[in-house]
């Protein structure tokens, strides 16, 4: 089955940067679509960045020249970017896959912006 494995989250200071990696197998990766969401306490998961199969990318207002969402194909990985951190950004960041097999969510990588 499609399975997903995010890594790369931790703890960073404000204005810092990370790398979120995300891994899928059970899949030929290169037929689906990628996206990127998270998820703060107390509020719903939302959308952040997404690149299709073509390699469109699209992107949220509130990440939009901060974060940049790339795919290696060879690797079945689809990375996200991230600058420029805030506090505001601290969540659970969610990577999904949708394609002809259906949509799946990985088990998340908490990201933390404090000083």
């Known amino acids: 089955q499609v399975q997903l494995l995010e890594s790369g989250g931790g703890l960073v200071q404000p204005g810092g940067s990370l790398r979120l990696s995300c891994v899928a197998s059970?899949?030929?990766?290169?037929?689906?679509?990628m996206g990127w969401h998270r998820q703060a306490p107390g509020k719903a998961r939302e959308f952040l960045a997404a690149?299709?199969?073509?390699?469109?990318?699209t992107y949220a207002d509130s990440v939009k020249g901060r974060f940049t969402i790339s795919r290696d194909n060879a690797k079945n990985t689809v990375y996200l970017q991230m600058a420029s951190l805030e506090p505001e950004d601290t969540a659970v960041y969610y990577c999904r896959l949708t394609g002809p097999s259906g949509s799946y969510w990985g088990q998340g990588t908490q990201v933390t912006v404090s000083s």
């Open positions: 690149i299709t199969k073509g390699g469109t990318t």
């Open positions: 059970g899949t030929i990766f290169s037929i689906n679509n």
